[in-house]
């Protein structure tokens, strides 16, 4: 009895093998063109309808990450929008902290009494500069009592008080007029007086003072209820003629007039 050289299996894999040489032969040879032919024209069909599903099915895809990318683009808008507030916020809250601490120093150092005020209202026309606060009778407030910002500069006077709320004249204001001097050897005295909300002026300067761009100005103490020593500004231009007894000067503040927020007055 013969034996089998080859196992069942070993004799199927050498019989693939053979025939994918044969068809690699008959390939090359050219043998198997038109079968090849006829077979790519039947798939054809089918290639172009999967080329086209694989093509929906991607767009359907990228139409669908869009989408989430966009919600989650505008989730973070939000998300970043409210940490932009809440950090102007948190911002302001520790400026308005800052000027408090500056006022309270001030105020501290020099003995004053006084309480810290809020602005609440501001007028339409730029030619009148009345403010509203939120003190009034019940804070103690009365009319000619000064109001002072950071440390120690004086922004005007109360006009007006009622129960909770004060009305406050600013010294740039043109209906405003504070006695002034000259921080020199001499102490020059003069009158503070406020150009159409527009700037500072300071007026009466005896002729036969010496003044000089850069001085500061302070409150002169001889006004009712305003101390002496409260910072007005610093000479920035002069105006000395010969002909005339008094000389003038332009008076520049050290803050903005304008963007005033929390406040102290001073209560005598």
């Known amino acids: 009895m013969r034996q089998k050289i080859f196992s069942p299996k070993i004799n199927i894999y050498l019989s693939i093998l053979v025939a994918l040489v044969l068809l690699i032969f008959l390939h090359w040879v050219g043998i198997l063109k038109p079968v090849e ?34 919600k989650e683009n505008n989730e973070l808008k939000d ?12 911002h302001s809250l520790i400026s308005k902290s800052e000027i408090l601490q500056q006022e309270l120093n001030f ?8 309480v810290a005020a809020q602005i609440i209202g501001k007028p339409s026309d730029t ?64 009158v503070v007086i406020g150009k159409l909300g ?4 300071m007026q009466l300067i005896p002729q ?17 209820n305003i101390p002496s020593g409260l910072v007005i500004g610093q000479i920035n231009e002069i105006d000395k003629k010969t002909e005339e007894l008094f000389q003038t000067a332009t008076i520049e503040s050290p803050i903005s007039l304008e963007r005033l927020d929390v406040l102290s007055i001073i209560i005598p």
Not at 79 to 90: P, S, T, V, Y
């Open 37 to 70: 032919n006829v077979l790519i024209y039947l798939v054809k069909p089918i290639e172009k309808v999967t080329y086209r599903l694989g093509l929906n099915i991607f767009a359907n895809q990228s139409n669908l990450s869009k989408e989430e990318l966009e």
């Open 79 to 90: 998300k970043l929008g409210d940490a932009l507030i809440e950090n102007a916020r948190l």
């Open 107 to 114: 105020l501290v150092s020099k003995n004053y009494q006084a």
């Open 127 to 190: 030619t009148t500069q009345v403010y509203l606060v939120d003190r009034g009778k019940k804070d103690d407030i009365r009319v000619g009592y000064p109001v002072i910002y950071l440390n120690g500069i004086l922004v005007g006077k109360i006009i007006e008080v009622e129960d909770s709320t004060a009305q406050m004249l600013v010294i740039s204001d043109s209906r405003s007029a504070v006695g002034a001097q000259v921080q020199n050897e001499n102490n020059s005295p003069g």
């Open 198 to 201: 527009l700037a500072l002026e």
């Open 208 to 224: 036969s003072e010496e003044i000089t761009k850069g001085q500061i100005v302070v409150t002169s103490g001889l006004e009712e």
